[in-house]
């Protein structure tokens, strides 16, 4: 089976920088995505880990630990309209499979 | 077309009507994913295609749900009898390349089809 465990929310003051941490347990890992997802859209791509280390674009990295089921996204100066729901997904031998989200406030 | 497109975006029936909800995804893309999205959930795979074949269908929640995609390039999501515990977000997906073990596939999601049950 598969399980994903992501905190519920988390609150971060604009400019600063958040990292949301995603444990999860699958049986045939084959990668692990960071989707974002704004209030009434559809998710959006953010990242993709297959391999141990840490993943940077821009404002956001992602960092991979295999051995330890381990993810978790670093956003830095952080902005107003990161506030979204953050989702990690891991594709097991098929299908993609993803936790139920980090809802992200973003405050002045 | 730009993006994933599904119609209709908003869909309310009475229980026990059937429902089809369409999904017309990026072009050229040859794989095609169906979710299911409850508010403050993830998105609940429920089956995906490549080209026309059916991969995995093992995310349906019963035979009342069905989906097809004939020719390898729109697909529909059936429900028959519906209740009112099928009412959510229904969202398509769709990526470049085949789905399956090892690949990396980012799934770029349509803006889905909030259905209603009533």
């Not at chain 1, 990242?47 to 840490?54: A, E, P, Q």
């Not at chain 2, 369409?22 to 609940?44: F, K, M």
């Not at chain 2, 977000?89 to 789905?99: F, V």
Request: with cysteine; aromatic share 12%.
């Amino acid at each position: 089976g598969q399980n994903i465990d992501q905190p519920t929310e988390m609150t971060a003051t604009e400019g600063a920088i958040v990292q949301i941490n995603c444990t999860y347990q699958t049986s045939g890992f084959n990668g692990l995505f960071w989707y974002q997802q704004h209030a009434g859209e559809a998710p959006t791509f953010l990242s993709y880990n297959v391999l141990d280390g840490l993943e940077e674009k821009g404002r956001f990295s992602s960092f991979l630990s295999r051995s330890k089921g381990y993810s978790y996204l670093l956003l830095k100066e952080l902005q107003m309209k990161d506030s979204a729901s953050y989702l990690c997904a891991v594709t097991g031998a098929n299908n993609l499979f993803f936790g139920t989200g980090t809802r992200l406030t973003v405050i002045p | 077309g730009a993006g994933v497109s599904q119609s209709p975006r908003y869909k309310v029936t009475k229980r026990g009507q059937d429902v089809a909800l369409r999904c017309d995804p990026i072009s050229g893309h040859v794989s095609l994913y169906w979710y299911r999205q409850a508010l403050g959930q993830g998105p609940e795979f429920l089956t995906y295609f490549n080209y026309e074949a059916q991969q995995d269908k093992s995310g349906l929640p019963n035979d009342r749900f069905s989906a097809e995609r004939p020719e390898g390039s729109i697909s529909t999501l059936t429900i028959q009898r519906t209740e009112q515990r099928d009412s959510a977000m229904y969202r398509c997906a769709s990526s470049t390349g085949l789905a399956g073990p090892g690949a990396k596939n980012i799934q770029y999601f349509g803006a889905g089809t909030r259905l209603s049950v009533l």
